[in-house]
């Protein structure tokens, strides 16, 4: 559940305990060990792990041996809690102990009981030494990455760096995930230049604040442009992206890596949460609506063709309707793709949950419904002005829609999915052995969210 993080960690549990030699089943029921990667940002989020973990305990009045696991950000904010209030579970793992977690199912098989693996506090450790094993604690779980089983056949999530320190007075994050800590440039690109032996030819690099990655090393910083330009010259890698961007930690640098270094995508995500300074302050985001006018001002002036993706958060304490009226001209006014829209929940412990939750929630309804709208018109106006161009699409896949295709598609071929530089979604008719290769794709209808055209033949 949860961020693209979460997905990485996932696929990095799997290939370990796959290392470690379990297998994965497709039938729950069937299963010996059922474990859930969980996230704490919203409250629904959790409650939908609450209620599967109901579910596993019928299952368990069956069959006494079924482990039960919760990891990730919800183990780390409960901790010996979930323990105590659901019996059904035995492994209760944080994000920064998933590297053990053969050793735990191992343990919890062998004696029937529970065990808790929680992440140290690492705030209140020193530097140093203690820093140094934190940095060796964290990288473990990347460092013993199987490039052959990452679930795509060209694309992959690489970590630079775990953790927040900017405490965005909503967010939980930055306590369970702990503070900011970058890997060691080196590591990430020796993890590129592996994928990309394998064959992946897209790589995301994933952080919280992905652009606030900063390597110190005696006299020498690596800054998040400079890793950038590391890993874009890794041979054979076609394309480079990276997620979340905070708008506060976005150089000029950056932007000029994005227009200068050629497989560096022009595509930026990066959450805006609302329009209205009285908002943004007490969220503690620390950038004012001009700051984030001028971030697009100069994405646009600097990287050509650049695509833009927002988050908004509607209804937070004390928004009004002239603060949710800001929201809504900043999503015309930066014309995104697409922006990612969520209505505030409380999280207990976060700053954010000692204000007053007073805006109702049918106005949060409204709110949400009204942004969604405002930015399927500007998703669209986005995605019509590319009828007629021809884009460079990696091929992920059959569209999972392919069956309601109101045209069927010419024989031997199906509905395909794929991806332009920008990240846009584009569908077309293809054969289904295209997936991971690249196609030039000719753009002849758009929705608020896709592309829609048909593949020119040549396929490199
Ligand atoms: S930048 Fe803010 S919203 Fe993003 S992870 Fe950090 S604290 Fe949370």
């Not at 990455?145 to 775990?162: H, M, N, T």
């Not at 020796?190 to 064959?199: H, S």
């Not at 995508?265 to 001028?294: E, F």
């Not at 646009?300 to 004390?318: E, H, K, N, W, Y």
Request: proline share 5%.
């Amino acid at each position: 559940m949860g961020c693209q993080m979460n997905r990485l960690d996932s696929e990095l549990v799997i290939s370990r305990l796959r290392a470690a030699g379990h297998e994965m089943t497709d039938d729950r029921k069937s299963a010996d060990v059922v474990l859930f990667n969980t996230c704490s940002v919203r409250r629904h989020a959790e409650q939908k792990v609450y209620s599967r973990l109901g579910a596993e305990g019928q299952r368990k009045q069956h069959n006494r041996r079924l482990i039960v696991g919760v990891l990730g950000c919800m183990a780390q904010r409960e901790g010996e809690q979930l323990l105590r209030n659901h019996p059904q579970v035995n492994i209760v793992c944080s994000p920064g102990q998933l590297a053990r977690l053969a050793e735990l199912i191992e343990h919890v098989a062998g004696t029937g009981g529970a065990v808790l693996a929680l992440d140290p506090d690492r705030r209140a450790r020193g530097g140093g030494a203690e820093e140094e094993a934190d940095r060796d604690e964290f990288d473990a779980l990347d460092l013993s990455r199987d490039p052959s089983q990452s679930p795509s056949v060209a694309q992959a999530f690489v970590r630079v760096a775990r953790g927040c320190d900017k405490f965005c007075s909503y967010c939980i994050v930055p306590f369970v995930r702990g503070p900011e800590v970058s890997r060691e440039p080196s590591r990430i690109v020796q993890e590129v230049l592996r994928l990309v032996e394998a064959g992946r030819t897209e790589v995301t690099l994933l952080g919280q604040t992905v652009n606030s990655y900063r390597w110190c090393d005696g006299g020498r910083t690596v800054g998040f442009a400079g890793l950038l330009e590391q890993v874009a010259a890794v041979g054979g890698l076609r394309r480079l992206r990276f997620v979340t961007s905070h708008p506060l930690d976005f150089g000029n640098d950056v932007l000029h890596a994005m227009r200068d270094l050629p497989n560096v995508c022009p595509y930026i995500h990066c959450p805006a949460q609302s329009g209205s300074d009285a908002v943004l302050r007490r969220m503690n985001r620390k950038y004012t609506r001009a700051q984030y006018d001028d971030l697009v001002d100069r994405a646009r002036g600097t990287v050509p063709d650049v695509v833009l993706a927002g988050d908004f958060i509607v209804g937070f304490p004390g928004e009004s309707e002239e603060d949710h009226a800001a929201s809504a001209d900043l999503i015309r006014r930066s014309g995104y793709k697409n922006s990612f829209i969520f209505k505030y929940s409380p999280r207990p412990g976060t700053a954010a949950a000692r204000m007053r939750d007073d805006v109702p929630t049918e106005v949060k309804r409204w709110r949400n419904n009204d942004l969604l709208a405002v930015q399927a018109e500007v998703g669209l106006a986005h995605h019509r002005s590319y009828i007629g161009r021809t884009v460079e699409v990696l091929v992920e896949g059959p569209s999972p829609r392919a069956a309601k295709q109101p045209t069927p598609a010419p024989p031997g071929q199906t509905q395909m999915l794929g991806r332009t530089r920008g990240d846009h979604i584009v569908v077309f008719d293809g054969e289904p052995n295209l997936a991971g290769h690249y196609v030039d794709v000719r753009i002849a209808d758009a929705s608020a969210l896709t592309l829609m055209g048909s593949i020119n033949l040549d396929v490199s």
